[in-house]
């Protein structure tokens, strides 16, 4: 359950707007950038300013992505949640983000089955 002050995080954030993701080549004026990246790193769950995704090209051990304005972060989702890697977030932002992972954690591994197979 998030607290008062993950929502105020959550809302800050969500305020940042997308310059981050667009310095990452995340869309260009013809979409093919966008087209790419959901082919190769599709998006499983959009949560505030959050999104959770997949490399399509990455190591075999479960885990999922997770972006945001101010940077990204890897969690493992087996054999329990955890903290993979950060790069830029906060540790408030881990924390918020770490409770949408273990929260959605069912959802995200459907999609990773489906996606990679099981």
């Not at 990246?37 to 992505?65: C, D, K, W």
């Not at 890697?85 to 999609?111: F, P």
Request: aromatic share 12%; charged share 25%; with cysteine.
């Amino acid at each position: 359950m998030l607290g008062a002050r993950d929502k105020q995080v959550c809302a800050r954030l969500a305020r940042c707007g997308s310059a981050w993701r667009r310095s990452r080549g995340a869309l260009d004026a013809r979409g093919s950038a966008q087209r790419y990246n959901q082919a190769m790193s599709p998006t499983v769950l959009r949560i505030g300013p959050f999104r959770f995704y997949f490399f399509s090209r990455e190591e075999p051990r479960m885990h999922v992505h997770v972006e945001c304005a101010d940077g990204e972060a890897k969690f493992w989702l087996e054999p329990t949640v955890g903290l993979a890697q950060n790069y830029g977030l906060t540790e408030q932002q881990l924390k918020v983000a770490q409770g949408y992972v273990e929260a959605n954690a069912d959802v995200i591994r459907s999609a990773w089955k489906t996606h990679f197979g099981d």
